[in-house]
């Protein structure tokens, strides 16, 4: 199975940061990747597909980048709904189909 | 608007069956794959199983495999998932997920709110 390593795990910033989360494949899966954001006690929600589209409604601080082992997540300006732990994960395996870690972000 | 509700959970021993149940309203449900989505308290996200529109392409994470089975009645607006086998870690709350399209592609583009399994002696 394809591994997703996701970092930080947790991070600390401030109303405004600009945040940045990390996920690697453990191979190539060109842009098959998607990023979730969930808030406690929430169902996860699809924020960006194929990697760097932003799906409809989302806020446009919110952006996703990369293709084959690295892909990059970004809030450009971190505000106190977002407040959540954020997942990749990636798609190019039909048949297992797996998350990062998680990345739960809060504010300092 | 799409909306996805799960029913069928509860505290079950180990060993024993559990059946879910996942009703869709809001969209057309026999154009889309669906999927089944777990999480274990306090971890991450794992997928479990997913379908496509015509139960002609099916697939199961390894952890579930020949102990789930992934079902689907367009007829009924359904998503089903049959449990046996059941182990303490197959614990968790079970999502249903919509697909954005006919085929498994992997996008869980609508969630359910989940159902929650208990594995307990």
């Known amino acids: 199975d394809i591994q997703m390593t996701q970092s930080p795990s947790s991070l600390s910033a401030s109303v405004g940061d600009r945040v940045t989360i990390t996920c690697q494949a453990s191979q190539d899966i060109s842009n098959y990747l998607n990023w979730y954001q969930q808030k406690p006690g929430k169902a996860p929600k699809l924020l960006i597909y194929?990697?760097?589209n932003l799906e409809t409604g989302v806020p446009s601080r919110f952006s996703g980048s990369g293709s084959g082992t690295d892909f990059t997540f970004t809030i450009s300006s971190l505000q106190p709904e977002d407040i959540a732990t954020y997942y990749c994960q990636q798609y190019d395996n039909l048949s297992a189909l797996t998350f990062g870690g998680g990345t739960k972000v809060e504010i300092k | 608007e799409v909306q996805l509700v799960e029913s069928g959970g509860g505290l079950v021993q180990p060993g024993r069956s559990l059946r879910l149940s996942c009703a869709a309203s809001?969209?057309?449900?026999?154009?889309?794959?669906m999927h089944w989505v777990r999480q274990a308290p306090g971890k991450g996200l794992e997928w479990v199983s997913g379908?496509?529109?015509?139960?002609?392409?099916?697939g199961y994470a390894d952890s579930v495999k020949g102990r789930f089975t992934i079902s689907r009645d367009n007829a009924k607006n359904s998503l089903y998932l049959q449990m046996n086998s059941l182990r303490a870690e197959d614990t968790a709350l079970y999502y249903c997920?919509?697909?954005?399209?006919?085929?498994?592609?992997?996008?869980?583009?609508?969630w359910g709110q989940g159902t929650l399994v208990t594995v307990s002696s």
């Open positions: 997920a919509k697909d954005l399209g006919a085929a498994p592609a992997g996008y869980f583009q609508h």
């Open positions: 194929d990697a760097s």
């Open positions: 809001g969209f057309t449900f026999d154009d889309y794959a």
């Open positions: 379908i496509s529109w015509n139960s002609g392409s099916i």
